[in-house]
């Protein structure tokens, strides 16, 4: 129902095309992508001083230029982060929540969450409730042994699961035990 008095406009026309044909327009695309580029890697020889590879895609390029940029704001990685990162590269790390020792001083790891000896994970699959304990080496179900959650996931279900997900932990905890004895962790009494 149209109000009174009140005419309604047309719709506009669809803009024109500002190529005749597709061609022209992918051309002229290819082009900006190739300046884009080339300003890139101009950008990133002026700030590096160093040439970059010809097969380095834009999009690894563009992100090389903005860690450089902030490089010059906000300074480099220290020392000290550096050898933690080449710790972490070549696996060198002790249980989470561990230290590694850098030319400033140890640097404090921060792990992922842990699941405490004692903890009863509770699951419910195909109308059987299951219980699996935590232990300091493993996890416990039906009276054996499991070293990691999905080994006990794969038990009840018959097919590869993620432990930590089947028992509803996400991600964050990815199934760790906590060790005994670590820095603000008390022992069982």
Sequence with gaps: MRAQGKKVQPAPAPAERKFSSRGEGEAAETKKDAAELDLLRRQYRS???????????????????????????????????????????????????????GSEGAVALVGAPTIRSGTVLVREHQNVLHRVTALETGFIWNGRTFASLSAVARAITGVRWNGPRFFGLG??????????GQEGEKAPS
């Design 47 to 101: 700030l590096t001083g160093k040439s970059v590879h010809s097969s380095v895609p834009r999009f690894l390029l563009a992100r090389a230029v903005a860690y450089e940029l902030q490089v010059r704001e906000h300074g480099d990685l220290s020392a000290q982060i550096v050898s933690a990162l080449a710790a972490v590269a070549k696996g060198e790390l002790g249980p989470p929540g561990g230290t590694v020792a």
């Design 171 to 180: 991600a964050k905890t990815g199934g760790r035990l906590a060790r005994r």
